[in-house]
T-cell receptor, first 115, second 113 residues
Framework: EAGVAQSPRYKIIEKRQSVAFWCNPI?????LYWYQQILGQGPKLLIQ????????DSQLPKDRFSAERLKGVDSTLKIQPAKLEDSAVYLC?????????????FGPGTRLTVL | DAKTTQPTSMDCAEGRAANLPCNHS???????VYWYRQIHSQGPQYIIH???NNETNEMASLIITEDRKSSTLILPHATLRDTAVYYC??????????????FGQGTELSVKP
């Protein structure tokens, strides 16, 4: 089966600009996650969707970050305006509600550099 | 979710077993131990999980101590492709329900020829 797809793979922007990342989860996976991974650290959850509803966005900086999952399939994460500290890899993951306990499948990530 | 402690880095010779320890002394009775790994420039990959019994799959074995306060991930015959950061995560798992993973710093395993 096809894995989690993300685009773009790399993005370089200047601070105060806007940027958007796209994620297409594994077909049929109801749960979708966005994680932020700063260099040298483990991934940190930003937001979790179940179908098209938000389950957990407690760590999402809502003044500048937004995410949506229209129709319960693919998802977009936006940053507006970007800050230097947003430089990180943004990982999308998905999981099925049936099967392994909380086995999450990750995409390759989008590496964002804010100058 | 319980906190985990792992060594920052480890080396292993190619073809030998890699034994990665994890301490989770505050684990609760309904919390599972999960292991994920992250190869450079890739997203994390699920390896294995367990509650209290030892588990084995095609990738690795998981040994959990009887008191459940620590565990060891074993890669029986490490190859260069096993070089990665290995994360030990403890959390409640409910079948048919998703939930966030809280990643720590992990152990950077270097497999050397």
């Amino acid at each position: 089966e096809a894995g989690v797809a993300q685009s773009p793979r790399y993005k370089i922007i200047e601070k105060r600009q806007s940027v958007a990342f796209w994620c297409n989860p594994i077909s049929g996976h109801a749960t979708l996650y966005w994680y932020q991974q700063i260099l040298g650290q483990g991934p940190k959850l930003l937001i979790q969707f179940q179908n098209n509803g938000v389950v957990d966005d407690s760590q999402l900086p809502k003044d500048r970050f937004s995410a949506e999952r229209l129709k319960g399939v693919d998802s977009t994460l936006k940053i507006q305006p970007a800050k230097l500290e947003d430089s990180a890899v943004y990982l999308c993951a998905s999981s099925s509600l049936r099967g392994h306990y909380n086995e999450q499948f990750f995409g390759p990530g989008t590496r964002l550099t804010v100058l | 979710d319980a906190k985990t402690t792992q060594p920052t880095s480890m080396d292993c010779a190619e073809g030998r077993a890699a034994n990665l320890p994890c301490n989770h002394s505050t684990i609760s009775g309904n919390e599972y131990v999960y292991w994920y790994r992250q190869i450079h420039s890739q997203g994390p990959q699920y390896i294995i999980h367990g509650l209290k019994n030892n588990e084995t799959n095609e990738m690795a074995s998981l040994i959990i101590t009887e008191d459940r306060k620590s565990s060891t991930l074993i890669l029986p015959h490490a190859t260069l492709r096993d070089t990665a950061v290995y994360y030990c995560i403890v959390r409640v798992a409910i079948y048919n329900q998703g939930g966030k993973l809280i990643f720590g710093q992990g152990t950077e395993l270097s497999v050397k020829p």
